[in-house]
């Protein structure tokens, strides 16, 4: 299969013009802590993008955690460098392609994060302009996609055990499950003796060194789909000689910061495997750009996640539909992370194990305004917002 470049290349019949740029923070707890080797989280402050153009509306959600835990940037770095930087260079510009906001922002470094909300939220509005669905305009492939679910670190083997079960009963075709030096080797020994063949990985967040090759190398006893991140955040010469010294395929997350970045951890054999997630690339337009790279590679690529609301969820769907994206992806139910999503309808995972790809315009959900109104806890409005009478 391949995607059609006029899908890529798809511009608005004519030009809009970015009057404002909301960004609506809301406090949503988690309905049970996620637990990683960098820490845990119990709720989350997310801010959501809203972009209007010329009485257009379009969402975006940005996922940077409240500390540099992940990658360096914050909530507050990225309404920072939104509010200072980004947004005036978007207001009063004038765009038509799925590129043109990713094309404006490119002088600027770094902060991918909040360049990949203001991007999410361009894609979304433009989709909707033109009548179509984000997957589509992407030239998506896919009605339902496959995902699986990452799993914290927990208090005790028997509580991990117990979710696994649970999410196993629920659908979920891959299981990920966090690891830490002290929470690994037991772990998947006791994971495999109640559940010998199921589709199963890890996640190490950066919490190793290439002094625990030899440790490392004890996890191929496991049949591991993948090990995920398991050296420095920035790595990939390490992650080479570590892909050398053990059989199981290492996936890069928070090494794979751009398309020339995955270019080089592919030429060096630093991973057999890359986990996508546009905010960490900074939107559609270096997503897209990796998709294409792995697909023209036959290297196996996944979508990852940042414990997103709905809105990011809808963003992640469409962008999986796309044909380049082969392994199930860390796409769960809405119920998985928030007792109440901000949607009308929760993103929910069938019995086989696969979500559907919203088909509605744009990002193809219903917001649920009202709630996000009632959980926002700061609001940042630059430029003015125009009234529209349609
Ligand atoms: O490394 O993939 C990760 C969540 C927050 C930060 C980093 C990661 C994760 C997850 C959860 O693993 C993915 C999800 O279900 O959203
Ligand atoms: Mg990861």
Redesign the pocket.
């Known amino acids: 299969m391949t995607v059609t470049a006029s899908a890529r290349s798809l511009a608005l019949p004519a030009p809009v013009t970015i009057d404002c740029i909301e960004l609506r923070l809301l406090r949503l707890e988690l309905v049970r802590p996620?637990e990683?080797s960098f820490g845990r989280t119990e709720s989350r402050l997310i801010p959501l993008v809203v972009l209007h153009a010329d009485g257009l509306t379009g969402w975006g959600e940005i996922v940077a955690l409240e500390e540099p835990l992940?990658n360096y940037e914050t909530v507050r770095t990225a309404c920072v460098v939104i509010e200072h930087h980004f947004a005036p260079a978007l207001l009063g510009a004038a765009f038509r392609a799925l590129d043109d906001v990713g094309v404006a922002l490119r002088r600027f470094r770094g902060h991918p994060m909040a360049r990949a909300g203001l991007e999410l939220a361009w894609v979304d509005l433009m989709a909707r302009a033109n009548g179509q669905s984000v997957s589509q305009v992407l030239g998506g492939v896919r009605a339902r996609v496959e995902v699986g679910?990452?799993l914290g670190i927990e208090a005790t083997f028997d509580a991990l055990i117990d979710l696994v079960a649970e999410h196993l009963a629920q659908g979920y075709r891959r299981i990920?499950v966090?690891i830490k030096p002290g929470w690994d080797v037991d772990v998947l020994r006791r994971i495999r003796a109640r559940f010998p063949s199921i589709l199963l990985s890890v996640?190490a967040?950066a919490a190793y060194t290439l002094a625990d090759a030899d440790h490392l190398a004890a996890l191929d006893a496991y049949a591991l789909l993948m090990i995920?991140?398991p050296l420095a955040h920035d790595d990939l010469v390490d992650h080479s000689v570590l892909q050398g010294r053990v059989r199981t395929s290492l996936c890069l997350?928070e090494s794979i910061t751009s398309q020339r970045v995955a270019r080089h951890a592919l030429d060096l054999g630093s991973c057999r495997i890359i986990?996508m997630k546009m905010s960490r690339v900074g939107g559609y337009g270096e997503a897209l750009a990796i998709h294409d790279l792995c697909a023209a590679r036959s290297v196996p690529l996944w979508c990852?996640?940042?414990?997103?609301t709905g809105i990011g969820r809808a963003h992640n769907l469409a962008l999986a539909s796309l044909p380049g994206f082969t392994l199930p992806g860390?796409i769960?139910a809405s119920r998985?992370y928030y007792a109440r999503d901000v949607l009308a309808q929760p993103i929910e995972v069938a019995p086989d194990g696969t979500v559907e790809v919203p088909a509605g315009l744009g990002i193809g959900v219903e917001i649920d305004t009202d709630y996000i109104e009632s959980q926002m806890v700061d609001r940042l409005e630059v430029g003015r917002r125009r009234r529209v009478a349609r």
Do not use: A, I, P
């Not at 990852?304 to 997103?308: D, R, S, T, Y």
């Open positions: 996620f990683t992940f679910v990452s990920k966090k996640d967040n995920e991140q997350d986990n990852g996640g940042m414990l997103e860390d769960s998985r």
